[in-house]
């Protein structure tokens, strides 16, 4: 099926060496506004090394070289001219251990919005707080206690305050890297949840090593195998009727 929508972002061609070492081959896949990409595969297959060139955390990684084309609304984000830190606010981050800052649960969500300038007044920045913290569903839990440590929520309410830290800073994108892989079953349906709300308003892209989840939360699904794009398609038929045989092989447990 051919989209007429336009991407958010493009990658075109994209490779990723680690010094000599070949760990992502000539990827070319899109991100569309209002819509969850899920990117399968087994351990060590590229998926979570592609995620992060799109908002270049690889660039931390000195042996790390990125060729090809990444461009968030049609401009390459690996020009010259790009602000790095701009761009890590319009493309957030989820990683797989909840990471909340040693701080209160208040000003981790505050943290971003402060830097960046968002708001002009403590009126503005507790509106910020409050409506990123409803979006990632947390607000009930913890609007008595936002003054304590986000450090000494649960699991699951930690993955979601990051969530919050996340999409406080207004982002286009939201890239989450097994966001549910240190959450137990309840956590997780609650952060399945949160996903399946954010996709009305963010292109997301999610790594999972849990099929049932990509099935669950995803609209696309890209099968990743050995630093290859194997297959890319709508999530149902990907799961029900993949056109290669790498593909069928993986998701019927053959290998992986």
Not at 26 to 36: C, N, P
Not at 131 to 155: I, Y
Not at 181 to 190: E, G, H, M, R, V
């Amino acid at each position: 099926m051919t989209e007429t929508r336009k991407a958010k972002m493009m990658a075109k061609d994209v490779h990723v060496f680690y010094d000599t070492n070949h760990a992502v081959k000539g990827i070319s896949l899109d991100l569309h506004q209002d819509e969850v990409t899920a990117l399968i595969g087994p351990s060590g297959c590229g998926k979570s090394t592609f995620l992060r060139c799109l908002n270049r955390m690889n660039d931390t990684v000195a042996s790390c070289r990125v060729e090809g084309e990444i461009t968030l609304d049609g401009e390459n984000i690996y020009a010259p001219s790009i602000d790095v830190v701009q761009l890590r606010a319009r493309v957030g981050m989820v990683f797989q251990k909840p990471n909340p800052f040693p701080k209160s649960i208040y000003d981790n969500v505050a943290y971003g919005p402060r830097i960046h300038g968002l708001a002009q007044s403590r009126t503005d920045l507790d509106e910020i707080v409050s409506t990123a913290l409803e979006k990632a569903g947390l607000w009930n839990e913890v609007k008595d206690r936002l003054e304590s440590p986000g450090t000494a929520l649960s699991g699951g309410q930690q993955q979601r305050l990051c969530i919050a830290r996340a999409i406080a800073v207004n982002p286009e994108v939201i890239l989450m890297d097994e966001p549910c892989s240190a959450l137990d079953p309840i956590a997780t349906a609650k952060v399945e949840a949160l996903i399946d709300e954010l996709k009305g308003r963010y292109a997301i892209a999610i790594v999972t090593h849990s099929m049932q989840q990509a099935a669950r939360v995803s609209q696309k699904t890209a099968f990743f195998h050995m630093g290859d794009l194997v297959e890319i398609g709508d999530t149902t038929e990907i799961f029900t009727s993949p056109k290669q045989e790498r593909t069928r092989d993986y998701i019927t447990g053959r290998f992986g």
